[in-house]
């Protein structure tokens, strides 16, 4: 059984910066595409961005496209995601998931697309 642990999450001011870090324990990652959610307070867990399982292709929400990065180190069985401009609306604690199938090509943003959840990371930006 696959588990993520989500680590690298803290208090940053807005426009600051922070690296997330998801490693896998009990299995490998190197054929599942990842994603990235979040969920704040009171809301729905969202999509926030996807990587495919070789690292070559990724996808982003609208609302963080040209401030995250999302990578991947298969070697490591760890993916990251690099946020820049943080914004206060993108509080929230981050989780990261394994796609349920295999090899398969991005385009899933629905948290049941993916499987193996960590506890998550808390997000904080401060304004």
């Known amino acids: 059984q696959v588990q993520m642990v989500e680590s690298g999450g803290g208090l940053v001011q807005a426009g600051g910066s922070l690296r997330l870090s998801c490693e896998a324990s009990g299995g490998t990652l190197s054929d599942h595409a990842m994603g990235w959610f979040r969920q704040a307070p009171g809301k729905k867990r969202e999509f926030v961005a996807a990587i495919n399982w070789s690292g070559d292709s990724t996808w982003y929400a609208d609302s963080v496209k040209g401030r995250f990065t999302f990578s991947r180190d298969n070697d490591k069985n760890t993916v990251y995601l690099q946020m820049n401009m943080l914004k206060p609306e993108d509080t929230a604690v981050y989780y990261c998931?394994?796609?349920?199938?295999?090899?398969?090509?991005?385009?899933?943003?629905?948290?049941?697309?993916?499987?193996?959840w960590g506890q998550g990371t808390q997000v904080t930006v401060s304004s």
């Open positions: 998931g394994a796609d349920v199938y295999r090899f398969r090509a991005l385009g899933h943003i629905q948290s049941g697309d993916y499987a193996s």
